[in-house]
């Protein structure tokens, strides 16, 4: 019983890092696919300017916390629900495709410069954020797919559930320290030496 619960959860997982992956080369491809916009092109330009000027907004708190908490938080929620089953796999698949684009769209217009301004963007997310989102993700749609079957096993009680998720609850606080802190005066040290110039 438990070999076929730790295969059942390994299945889960697959299918919603396949979903990631389909998501993450479908950003990458609408990224080059969408040509050269120099509208685009130029505004970031100016903001990485300004952001190397150190005259870049400060991101807020509440502001960093909702774009760190708000994947894990709705996968977390949709666990709750048989439609888990349908919206966990599409979540996956929009967090990838998020992630990507935006990626892609920093490296195509700036090249490498690009590159490393999109890692002091996005790094927390894809270091921290991403993996705590696979975790919350696959024990929400294991409990999703759960309440589908006709003789659902014992469903994990909330509390249960709760505290077994509690260290996300802590590396999610630490992706949001650092989101706040470490992530903009990495941001602003990269854009005064790689875009002022």
């Known amino acids: 019983m438990g070999a076929i619960s730790i295969w059942d959860g390994l299945r889960q997982l697959m299918v919603l890092g396949l979903c990631f992956l389909i998501g ?33 907004a400060d991101p807020a708190l509440w502001s960093v916390a909702w774009d760190i908490l708000r994947w894990p938080l709705l996968a977390f929620l949709l666990g709750f629900t048989a439609l888990g089953a349908i919206g966990l796999p599409v979540l996956f698949l929009m967090r990838g495709f998020t992630l990507s684009f935006a990626t892609t769209t920093f490296a195509r217009l700036f090249g490498l410069p ?8 996005f790094g927390v997310a894809v270091l921290l954020d991403v ?24 469903q994990t009680p909330w509390r249960q559930r709760v505290g077994s998720l509690a260290p996300c609850g802590g590396l999610l606080l630490l992706a949001i ?19 002022t110039t």
């Open 24 to 56: 993450t080369f479908g950003g990458f491809f609408f990224s080059v696919l969408n040509g050269d916009t120099p509208d685009l092109s130029d505004y970031l330009q100016q903001y990485l300017q300004m952001v190397g000027q150190g005259s870049g």
């Open 114 to 121: 690009g590159v490393a301004a999109s890692l002091a963007s």
């Open 131 to 154: 993996p705590i989102l696979f975790v919350v993700g696959n024990n929400a749609f294991c409990q999703s797919l759960d309440r589908l079957s006709d003789t659902p096993s014992a």
């Open 177 to 195: 320290a650092l989101q706040r802190t470490v992530m903009p005066a990495l941001l602003t040290a990269l854009c005064a030496h790689l875009f």
